[in-house]
């Protein structure tokens, strides 16, 4: 097409110059142009065509730029938009960045982080990070807290052995699947790495929840009892009634909750998760050890190691030929759906399916699900699990829903974060305005975040 349009230029120039003196134009550089189209020699069948067809000629040229005009005017749209304008659009439709569409497969695409890229721009000096306190372990890594670059706290995952190739890969296909998933103000965003040759291998570095695993906080507000429970229990024995007490609001604080936060954490989880399931991202192990409860209350959707190995006893490994990183891997067997215990598949369902146990978790404010049974697939095959304390009939019958057996007939995480966005609303609208709003400014933040880690690193 350049061709064809550059041979039409040529031709004009020669037409409009033809046998007279050069054009009248006090610019040099036309005139140069227009001597060298007079000398270009066209073949002679060429030229002949585009003689005869003068119109044609016209009309051909006509489109060519109006087609370049219309390009140049869409790739304007699309591709340079502003940063600010970027950030502006993607925090108003609450819609972010999105993944190129890739083919949904049963077993998420993402899991094969050998078909991922790193993106450079999150590479950061080691020298920058001032490591603190570890916050946790697991068997193939450890988890600290740090600073970075004297002004950010973040927390900082590394492998165990950082001399073991296997653990390193481990840790860079995290941080590839952290890379694509990108940015949700409800997915715990991945704030730089190291993958440079460093004393402690690779290195993962997130955002840091100042509270820990939601997990963790729960246990913790159990154990203190600082939970106010929002149902209304009527009769004697007092049972629970459908309906809650309103007015209480979300807590500011954190240090004393009530079920309205409850719901806020559940609405938070449902929301983030439909950004993966949009990507299209299986988590494959939903539990609240696994969900962050950042210092204002907003939830984070975190560990995407999703090929480790855990010594965790709640993790079993399935001697199957299920190998991702040429091993056997564990996996959480009281959050997974019983058709992967034969399939070994998984998909959105199967995540609604852990979503469901993680809601089981939040409302008994972290007790461990199927305490007491030794077989959890036989126990599946005619039970579930108990209608937890701090949750109504409404909740519960959803929760049975996201257990239903044929995976089909589950809901999705667009249906879920509905459900509980409504039920937020009835116990306290405004609330849940302004964490809508909070979230929003969540991803304008990140975006400052990062802006500042690259200027500096330059
Ligand atoms: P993991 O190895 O990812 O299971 O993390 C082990 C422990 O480290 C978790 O149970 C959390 O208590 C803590 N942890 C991990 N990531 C973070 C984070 N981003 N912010 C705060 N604590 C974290």
């Known amino acids: ?151 950010i706290d973040v927390a900082v995952k590394r492998a165990r052995l950082s001399y073991d190739p296997e653990q390193q890969k481990m840790i860079i296909d995290e941080i590839k699947i952290m890379c694509a998933i990108k940015c949700h103000p409800n997915v715990l965003a991945l704030v730089g790495a190291v993958t440079s040759k460093n004393s402690n291998g690779a290195l993962i570095i997130t955002e840091y929840a100042e509270n820990g695993s939601l997990l963790d906080y729960l246990r913790k507000i159990k154990s203190q009892s600082i939970f106010s429970d929002l149902l209304v229990y009527q009769g004697v024995p007092p049972q629970k009634t459908g309906t809650y007490r309103k007015g209480a609001g979300l807590s500011t604080n954190l240090n004393f909750i009530s079920t309205a936060d409850l719901i806020s954490f559940v609405y938070q989880i449902a929301n983030g998760m439909v950004y993966l399931a949009s990507i299209p991202c299986v988590h494959r192990d939903l539990a609240l050890r696994n969900v962050f409860l950042m210092g204002d209350g907003t939830i984070r959707i975190g560990d995407f190691g999703l090929t480790r190995r855990h010594e965790n006893s709640d993790y079993y490994s399935l001697k199957i030929s299920f190998r991702i990183n040429n091993g056997d891997i564990k996996l959480p067997v009281l959050w997974m759906a019983p058709e992967c215990f034969h399939t070994h598949k998984f998909t959105e369902k199967t995540d609604i399916w852990s979503f469901g146990v993680s809601l089981f978790e939040i409302f008994t404010l972290g007790d461990k699900p199927y305490a007491g049974v030794s077989d959890v697939s036989v126990f599946l095959k005619n039970n579930r699990l108990e209608e937890p304390q701090y949750c109504n009939k409404k909740i519960y019958d959803f929760m049975n829903l996201c257990w239903v057996a044929d995976p089909l007939f589950r809901p999705n995480f667009k249906m879920c974060a509905d459900f509980f966005k409504e039920h937020l609303k009835i116990l306290c609208d405004q609330d849940y305005t302004r964490l809508d709003d909070k979230l929003n400014l969540i991803f304008e933040k990140r975006w400052e975040t990062e802006c500042w880690i690259r200027r500096e690193s330059e």
């Not at 730029?65 to 140049?72: K, T």
């Open 1 to 151: 097409m350049i061709l064809l349009f550059l041979l039409i230029f040529i031709h004009i120039s020669r037409y409009f110059s033809e046998g007279s003196p050069l054009p009248v134009t006090r610019s040099s550089a036309l005139q140069r142009v227009v001597r060298a189209a007079r000398e270009i020699k066209i073949p002679r069948n060429i030229q002949r065509i585009i003689d005869r067809n003068y119109f044609l000629v016209f009309f051909i040229y006509g489109i060519l730029v109006l087609m370049f005009a219309f390009g140049f005017l869409i790739w304007r749209r699309c591709g340079t938009r502003s940063p600010r304008t970027q950030r502006r659009t993607r925090a108003r439709h609450n819609n972010y960045i999105k993944l190129r569409p890739t083919r949904k497969r049963e077993l998420v695409s993402l899991l094969n982080a050998d078909e991922l890229g790193y993106d450079e721009n999150y590479e950061v000096d080691p020298r920058h990070l001032e490591m603190g306190r570890k916050l946790g372990e697991g068997q193939y890594g450890f988890v600290n807290q740090a600073r970075l670059k004297n002004r």
